[in-house]
């Protein structure tokens, strides 16, 4: 089990050992209400409490922080009674403290005093992991949907762009088999890109060579009724991008903006940063208002926006707009980019698994 899979919420983050103080704080003041034998609240016994409880957590969450990568290569339960005995001596050690030094009692008190206030912090640590375990399941559940998702929203993606491409091919076979060739083996890209169900997250490079693939196919259907405008900001190649994104947007351009006009019309790319976001533009011709093809435009659109936010959330936003008879869609993208590494490994994997029989 690795830190990022361990159930306990990582206790250096200041958020996290925030929302613990508010949460004890709050059981603070209703002990103390509960204490109170007159009016609403015992402010002493809240004061007196709130700095116990306190310092407790505080030291609590600093060891379990310092021993996070300890216990999460143990098993559940082993974390689990590590976890609550560093509670429970924290809890004997500032209670010692406290009854010794503020409250002078006979032995017998102290102790009785000191097992109340073990038995109180054991039910509370018990219930709160409990809490933290039942929501990483959650999670856990969650994201293994979202993974079922995001495949299934690709899956729709792979017939979208290949019967085309495969009676260009056959038109090619007889006249120019060098240049059929070639498009074979840019077809066989794009299919194992569309097969390619494991990554979530890719370079833009992998991206923009597969619409280059794509655009090649489609410039020896269009010929010169099609041309290319290409402006990509280097610096951009690790930029992490889901797959297939890009290439639906422009495969759009040439089927919406491009193939019904006799003249054609020119496709342009953009690729830009700035600040903590990247924006990549894909323009072509204002589309006629048909009603087959719009609906096939929305849908393609409907299924990249539902991935981005799958998996960047609300950072990540999809739009298109009309300007001066051209059509432009927008995406912007978190600032983010994908290991070299883990790249290499990722393609490496999945060329032998398509490779295999």
């Excluded at 890719?202 to 010929?223: M, V």
């Excluded at 990509?232 to 019904?260: D, K, R, S, W």
Aim: some cysteine; overall charge neutral; aromatic content about 8%.
């Amino acid at each position: 089990m690795t830190t990022n899979e361990f159930y306990v919420p990582d206790l250096c983050r200041v958020r996290a050992v925030f929302l613990l103080l508010v949460t004890s704080e709050l059981l603070v003041l209703v002990l103390a209400i509960v204490q109170a034998t007159q009016g609403w609240i015992d402010w002493n016994y809240f004061g007196l409490l709130s700095l116990f409880v306190q310092w407790t957590t505080l030291t609590s969450a600093a060891l379990i922080c310092l021993l996070r990568a300890r216990l999460a290569r143990m098993s559940v339960s082993g974390a689990t009674a590590i976890i609550v005995a560093i509670v429970l001596l924290d809890v004997l050690a500032f209670s010692l403290f406290a009854d010794s030094v503020l409250h002078p009692q006979d032995g017998v008190a102290v102790w009785q005093g000191v097992a109340k206030k073990m038995l109180l912090a054991l039910l509370i640590v018990l219930m709160v992991l409990r809490y933290f375990y039942l929501q990483h399941q959650w999670q856990q559940q969650r994201e293994a949907e979202m993974q079922a998702h995001l495949a299934s929203l690709q899956a729709r993606i792979q017939p979208h762009f290949l019967f085309n491409s495969m009676n260009t091919i056959a038109s090619l076979i007889a006249v120019n088999p060098d240049k059929a060739e070639e498009a074979v083996l840019d077809l066989s890209e794009l299919f194992r890109a569309s097969l390619r169900t494991v990554d979530q997250l890719i370079p833009l490079s992998r991206e923009l060579e597969l619409c280059q693939r794509y655009l090649a196919i489609e410039a020896l259907r269009l010929g010169d009724r099609l041309k290319l405008e290409w402006h990509i900001e280097t610096g951009l190649e690790q930029q992490a991008i889901p797959p297939l994104t890009l290439q639906p947007l422009v495969e759009n351009a040439i089927y919406h903006g491009i193939q019904p006009r006799p003249e054609g019309g020119t496709v342009r790319i953009e690729a830009e940063a700035k600040g903590n976001f990247v924006y990549l533009l894909v323009q072509n011709p204002k589309p006629d208002q048909n009603t087959h093809q719009h609906d096939g435009n929305r849908m393609a659109l409907v299924n990249i926006k539902s991935r981005l936010q799958a998996l960047f959330g609300e950072p990540a936003v999809l739009k298109h707009s009309h300007h001066n008879d051209v059509y432009t869609v927008t995406l912007r993208l978190p600032r983010q980019k994908v290991s070299e590494q883990k790249t290499h490994n990722k393609r490496t994997e999945n060329q032998g698994n398509l490779d295999q029989p």
